[in-house]
C-alpha cells in the first residue's frame, strides 16, 4: 500500500522505515511540528519527573537532562522510557502506554504528597495531572514544547490526493488526525480525504474522524506501534 505517514519527526522518518520494511510505500508529509517554548523548568527539587511523550524528552535540553538524571522519571510507555534513557537519565519507570495507568505507577512507588514536574506540550489532556492531584501529589507543569498545525496540506499529498496515489493513512494522535481532516477540508480535498483507510493508534486518536463522520478501517487493542502496524494486514474493517 502507498501509505500517507502524518506524524511529526522524528517518529515520522522511523515510522516510514518500518512500512518500508514491510513492503509497503511511505509517503512521509508531517502535519505537525515540534518547537521549544523556551520555557525553563521550575527551581527546586522534585520526587519525580513525569514524561508523557517523546517530545518532551527531546526537548530537554542538556542542563535539563544532567539536572534531572537521577530523579526518577515516570514514561508513558516503551518508547518514551527508551528515550528517556538515551538522554542519559538513570532512573527510568514505565507504564502501559496510558495516562492513568503512568499515574497509577507513581501513585505505587511515590509516598503521596511529593513533588512531580511534568515536562509537557502546551496542548496536552487532562491526564495524568488530575489523577496524581486527586492522588494528592503536588504536581508542576512546565509546557516546553509545542505541536505547530502546517499552514497548508504538503504539496506532495495534494498532488496524491489528486492523483489518487494514496491507499492509507496512519494517524499517531489526535491533534494529528484532526489537522489532516481539517488541512484537506481547507484545500478542497475531503472527498479524497475520507476516502483512505484510516488506521488510528487508539479511539481517543479516531474520536476527531469519527466525530466528523469519518470511516475508521483500524484501532489496535494497545495503543503503540507494533500492534497498529500488525492492522495494516487486517482483511477487514475493525473500526473503534
Do not use: N
Not at 514524561?51 to 516503551?78: I, K, M, Q, W
Amino acid at each position: 500500500m502507498r501509505i500517507w505517514v502524518a506524524r511529526p519527526e522524528p517518529g515520522a522518518a522511523r515510522t516510514a522505515a518500518r512500512l518500508a520494511a514491510l513492503g509497503h510505500r511511505p509517503l512521509v508529509a508531517p502535519v505537525l511540528a515540534v518547537a521549544a517554548t523556551g520555557i525553563q523548568p521550575p527551581e527546586g527539587l522534585f520526587a519525580g519527573l513525569i514524561l508523557t511523550s517523546a517530545h518532551a524528552v527531546g526537548a530537554l535540553d542538556a542542563s535539563e537532562r544532567t539536572r534531572f538524571r537521577t530523579v526518577p522519571a515516570f514514561a508513558v510507555g516503551a518508547r518514551t522510557g527508551a528515550l528517556a534513557e538515551r538522554a542519559g537519565l538513570t532512573d527510568v519507570r514505565v507504564a502501559d502506554g496510558d495516562a492513568r495507568a503512568l499515574a497509577r505507577l507513581v501513585a505505587a512507588t511515590l509516598p503521596a504528597r511529593s513533588a512531580l514536574l511534568h515536562v509537557a506540550g502546551v496542548d496536552r489532556k487532562a491526564e495524568p495531572a488530575a489523577s496524581l492531584r486527586e492522588a494528592g501529589f503536588s504536581l508542576s507543569v512546565c509546557e516546553i514544547y509545542a505541536m505547530r498545525i502546517a499552514l497548508r496540506l504538503p504539496d506532495v499529498i495534494a498532488q496524491a490526493l489528486d492523483a489518487g496515489a494514496i491507499d492509507a493513512v496512519l494517524h499517531y494522535s489526535r491533534r494529528s488526525a484532526s489537522a489532516a481532516r481539517d488541512l484537506a477540508g481547507a484545500q478542497g480535498r475531503s472527498g479524497a480525504f475520507r476516502s483512505l483507510t484510516h488506521y488510528c493508534l487508539s479511539a481517543d486518536v479516531a474520536a476527531p474522524l469519527v466525530a466528523a463522520g469519518i470511516a475508521v478501517h483500524f484501532v489496535p487493542e494497545r495503543p503503540d506501534e507494533d500492534a497498529l502496524l500488525a492492522g495494516l494486514s487486517a482483511s477487514g474493517p475493525t473500526g473503534i
